[in-house]
């Protein structure tokens, strides 16, 4: 019997295959968890409902989390099917394209700060809002994803750094209000991994390229690996764990100085 039997999870955020939603919904399977997911858009609907039948679910809904009703009704929806949930899994973030690009201090805009910050940070409270009645008292956890654009600064990260570091106080502050309801509330930071969202981003490959090369484990880490760090955090293997940032990243973030070896003619001649 996996480690996640008998719980019911939300997934927010699978847009392919790619996707590290995907990646933490598979592990999740594995591990014996029954799954429901959302679709951001019409264009997705049928996309998420086929990977959902893949790990044995027809629950499959529409939210766009902008849409205070859409959270609404994505709950009730939930609720003529499970009558508890122990998790929501938020893998949801946006800015506009162009504020990912260029020197930060020209090109964030108002809007585009709004933007990201609405979608990648005050949704997360906002399904936890809706969802927290169904969740109360069943030792559940919330979860999101975050990067280490939160804590450093790096080139073209710009708004969504701020958004992830908004993120991150979230994780803090919705784990001390849900805790005494049994509630736990952590964040994964990923290291950089190809997906959709990483699709647009210019010079993405050499990112991963150095990335890999500066890592302890000198490699980047998969959906996988961020699936079974996600399972392991909202099972109840993690029964201790709130208000946390895990890093799933071969420990890019806990070293200076790199590797050295972009310098060693040897290794890179
Ligand atoms: O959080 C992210 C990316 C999230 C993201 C991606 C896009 C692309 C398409 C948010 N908004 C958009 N908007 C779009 O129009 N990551 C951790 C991946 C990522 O994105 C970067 C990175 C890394 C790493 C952007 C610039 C520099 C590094």
Redesign the pocket.
């Known amino acids: 019997m996996g480690f996640m039997a008998g719980k019911r999870i939300l997934v927010l955020g699978i847009a392919s295959k790619l996707s590290i939603a995907s990646g933490i919904a598979a592990a999740m399977h594995r591990e014996g968890a029954e799954l429901a997911f959302t679709y951001q858009n019409g264009k997705l609907k049928d996309r998420v409902l086929g990977f959902a039948e893949g790990w044995g679910s027809n629950l499959v809904y529409p939210c766009d989390v902008t849409n205070d009703t859409q959270i609404v009704d994505l709950f009730s929806q939930l609720s003529e099917n499970w009558d508890g949930l122990d998790g929501i899994v938020h893998c949801l973030?946006?800015?506009?394209?162009?504020?990912?690009?260029g020197n930060y201090v020209d090109v964030t805009t108002r809007e585009g700060f709004l933007t990201?910050h609405e979608?990648?940070s005050y949704s997360f409270v906002a399904l936890a809002q809706e969802g927290r009645e169904l969740m109360r008292n069943r030792n559940g956890s919330l979860l999101t994803?975050?990067?280490?654009?939160a804590m450093r600064s790096?080139?073209?990260?710009?708004v969504?750094g701020l958004a992830?570091a908004s993120l991150e106080a979230n994780v803090r502050y919705m784990a001390s209000s849900l805790g005494p309801e049994g509630t736990r509330v952590n964040g994964i930071s990923?290291?950089?991994?190809r997906?959709?969202?990483?699709?647009?981003?210019?010079?993405?490959r050499k990112?991963l390229q150095h990335?890999a090369s500066q890592t302890p484990l000198r490699r980047n880490v998969t959906t996988e690996e961020v699936g079974n760090s996600a399972a392991f955090l909202c099972s109840d293997l993690a029964s201790g764990i709130s208000g946390e940032i895990l890093y799933v990243d071969g420990g890019f973030n806990t070293t200076a100085m790199g590797s050295l070896n972009d310098l060693d003619p040897k290794t890179n001649p």
């Open positions: 973030a946006y800015a506009p394209a162009h504020e990912l690009d990201a979608i990648s994803l975050s990067y280490l654009g790096l080139p073209n990260y710009n969504m992830k990923a290291g950089p991994i997906t959709l969202a990483a699709a647009g981003i210019k010079s993405f990112m990335n």
